[in-house]
């Protein structure tokens, strides 16, 4: 493990966690959208994560030994959430109604979203705190290499 792969990893972790605060104000923003370009209602999107394979030789060797070394996370996709039904509320004098009277609107719960911002907040607060114990390690080991 180099000098700064903990400040790569936590790197890494901030722009994920960036790209979800993105996607879910979104969300947000799109609550009452009840016609897309692709026709239809819009559709909450989730930010799909995965870890980062360590690729060398050595790394291999380490996971074979018991020793772990990660890389951080990378966005795999951007999914849409067709699992949650679109909500439908009786307006007939909406121009998306239905023959029924019924509109459809997102998938989006403004609650859910609300404690999914808190969560990817709280991972960015903790990347950020990573990072700064990185830099002033490093920043010592300067000091006692000069003194």
Known sequence: M???SS???SASGL????LRMD????NIANVNTTRT?????????LVV???????SFESILDKVKGKYSGK???VVQIAEDDQTPLREVYDPGHPDADQNGYVEYPNVNIVSEMVDMISATRAYEANVTAFNASKAMFQKSLEIGRG
């Open 37 to 45: 370009v692709q026709g239809g209602p819009y559709r909450r999107k």
């Open 23 to 26: 996607i879910i104000a979104q």
């Open 7 to 9: 400040m790569d990893i």
């Open 15 to 18: 722009t994920a966690e960036r």
């Open 72 to 74: 951080g996370v990378e």
């Open 2 to 4: 180099n000098l700064f």
């Open 49 to 55: 994560l995965k870890e980062i394979q360590p690729d």
